[in-house]
Structures are given as structure tokens and as C-alpha cells.
């Protein structure tokens, strides 16, 4: 079965969370051995993403403490819901897509249609964009047993409500008191053209020291 990308490509005009930060990505050439040398200058938060544990958790592990079979996913699952700019995605609208989620589930993508201000309203995209609510967080980490939650807008965390993502970002990643593992969200995926949720998916963060997070590549195994 062919594999898709489930990330966006990186380039200096990648949309950034409420419009603040910078990407370079320049290229220069040796004069002596004719070589390209490509230089890359970017937020560790940036494009496609993915959150560790020590992002919103002192205590809470780096990417790469992850053993290497742990970015594997078996049991993917698709749910589409459409939301408008700046709107919440409470427990209430998609509670009963969420209890279809079958069991073994390790990766849940959320479709909301958000993608498509990316390219034509960045200005939504980065500022306006949707987030998650805490109630959904909290569901998910004690129900079921998922790895990862993919979102095809830009953060967990609306800008228009950041203390709301806070929380939310808070109930995914921080150590609780029933010892639940972490969900690890991945933020700003390409899911436009996902028919369904892929029988495996391989998802490869850039691996440094001590990262609370970092740009993600995502591949998906799809019927044809």
C-alpha cells in the first residue's frame, strides 16, 4: 500500500503560533568544493510538531527518552467535525465520536477543516485558530489508551484562548495521580486529503537533547 506525508513541508513562510517568531532556511555554496550547505534557524514549536511530556511538566520526559519503537502506530483513527475560528472543541460536540474510538487506538487525527485558512487566511490560522478543550484532554487520557493526538490546526492551544490551552496542554502531558501514560499532541498536520485514517503510521520527530518538542515528520500507510 503507498505511503502519504501527514506533515507540511518546512519553508520560511510555514504559518507561526499567533504570528511571532522566525524561520531561516537559507542555502550557500562552497566556493572551494562546489557544495550546497543548507542552514536552518527555526522554534523547536514550529510546523508540523509534536509535544513532549516536558513541555507543560518539569517532571515529564524529553523526546528523547522515548524508546524507538514507541513512534509507531498501529490503530490509527479518523474523526471529522467541523469547527469555526476561535470555537473550543468541547466534550459535548464530539462525545460520541469519541466513544466509538475503538480500544487499541494509539493515534487519534481530528479533522476540523481548519487547514484550509493555512494557505488562504494565515492571519486566522496563526490567531484565530480552534483549540481543545480540557474536557476532551481529560476524557481521552483515562479512557482510552492513545499515543498521539493529531490536529490539522496549529496548536492544542487557541491563541484567541490560551489559558483554556493551557489547561488542556496540561491534561494531555502532566504526570497525574492515576499514573496515566501522556498524550503527546501533533500539531499543524496535513490531513486534507486523508480519505481514512491509515492502517500504520510512522511518526519521526527531530531527535535533540532535552527536546520539549520538535518539527515532526509524519508518514501514513493508505489504502490505495
Given at each position: 500500500m503507498p505511503w502519504i506525508y501527514l506533515s507540511h513541508v518546512m519553508s520560511d513562510r510555514t504559518p507561526l503560533y499567533g504570528g511571532t517568531g522566525q524561520i531561516s532556511i537559507r542555502q550557500e555554496r562552497s566556493e572551494a568544493s562546489r557544495s550546497v550547505s543548507s542552514h536552518l534557524s527555526m522554534?523547536?514549536?514550529?510546523?508540523?510538531?509534536?509535544?513532549?511530556?516536558?513541555h507543560f511538566d518539569e517532571?515529564?520526559?524529553?523526546?528523547?527518552?522515548?524508546?524507538?519503537?514507541?513512534?509507531?502506530?498501529?490503530?490509527?483513527?479518523?474523526?471529522d467535525v467541523i469547527v469555526e475560528p476561535g470555537?473550543?472543541?468541547?466534550?459535548?460536540?464530539?462525545?460520541?465520536?469519541l466513544q466509538s474510538i475503538p480500544h487499541d487506538c494509539d493515534l487519534l487525527l481530528?479533522?476540523?477543516?481548519a487547514e484550509k485558512w493555512r494557505k488562504f487566511d494565515p492571519e486566522v490560522?496563526?490567531?484565530?485558530?480552534?483549540?481543545?478543550?480540557?474536557?476532551?484532554?481529560?476524557?481521552?487520557?483515562?479512557?482510552?489508551?492513545?499515543?498521539?493526538?493529531g490536529l490539522d490546526f496549529?496548536?492544542?492551544?487557541?491563541?484567541?484562548?490560551?489559558?483554556?490551552?493551557?489547561?488542556?496542554?496540561?491534561?494531555?502531558?502532566?504526570?497525574n495521580e492515576e499514573g496515566l501514560p501522556p498524550i503527546l499532541p501533533i500539531e499543524d498536520m496535513n490531513l486534507e486529503n486523508l480519505k481514512a485514517a491509515p492502517s500504520l503510521a510512522i511518526i519521526s520527530p527531530l531527535l535533540f537533547e532535552n527536546a520539549d518538542g520538535a518539527p515532526v515528520m509524519v508518514l501514513g500507510e493508505v489504502n490505495p
Open positions: 522554534p523547536g514549536h514550529v510546523g508540523t510538531h509534536i509535544d513532549a511530556p516536558k517532571r515529564g520526559k524529553t523526546l528523547d527518552q522515548f524508546p524507538a519503537d514507541f513512534w509507531i502506530s498501529h490503530r490509527s483513527m479518523l474523526i470555537e473550543i472543541l468541547e466534550l459535548e460536540k464530539v462525545g460520541s465520536q481530528l479533522r476540523t477543516g490560522y496563526t490567531k484565530k485558530g480552534p483549540g481543545v478543550g480540557p474536557g476532551i484532554a481529560k476524557w481521552l487520557r483515562r479512557n482510552r489508551r492513545i499515543k498521539f493526538l496549529i496548536s492544542v492551544s487557541s491563541f484567541s484562548h490560551r489559558e483554556i490551552g493551557r489547561a488542556a496542554h496540561r491534561e494531555l502531558l502532566s504526570t
